[in-house]
């Protein structure tokens, strides 16, 4: 699987951002596909992640009720929606995907658990 993440930039405190993940090269449906972000000096860590049916999610305490993740099985793209946004969420936004495992949150938030990852995309948010 290929992922390509775009749809970062520079905003304001306050504003919103929709990041997208287009993947190609296999059965995306049959994916968990994930965000991660990594602010400068700091460990990747979980954003979000959701099922290959888009029934279930688990978001970073940090960012829910703030951050919506979604996906589109027929466009093969997963996407992150990003309201309320802080100076703290300034980091490179990456996309991720694992096709094996169960969807418990104690292992999507770890980075070992995926297969691949997206180049990642700058997000930079203004006070």
């Known amino acids: 699987v290929q992922l390509q993440a775009s749809g970062g930039g520079l905003v304001q405190a306050g504003g919103s951002l929709r990041l997208s993940c287009a993947a190609s090269?296999?059965?995306?449906?049959?994916?968990?596909m994930a965000w991660f972000r990594q602010a400068p000096g700091k460990e990747r860590e979980f954003v979000a992640a959701?099922?290959?049916?888009?029934?279930?999610?688990y978001y970073a305490d940090s960012v829910k009720g703030r951050f919506t993740i979604s996906r589109d099985n027929a466009k093969n793209t997963v996407f992150l929606q990003m309201n309320s946004l802080k100076p703290e969420d300034t980091a490179i936004y990456y996309c991720?995907?694992?096709?094996?495992?169960?969807?418990?949150?104690?292992?999507?938030?770890?980075?070992?658990?995926?297969?691949?990852w997206g180049q990642g995309t700058q997000v930079t948010v203004s006070s």
């Open positions: 090269g296999r059965t995306f449906s049959n994916y968990i």
């Open positions: 959701i099922t290959w049916s888009g029934g279930s999610t």
């Open positions: 991720a995907a694992t096709g094996s495992g169960a969807f418990y949150f104690t292992r999507v938030v770890e980075t070992r658990n995926y297969d691949y």
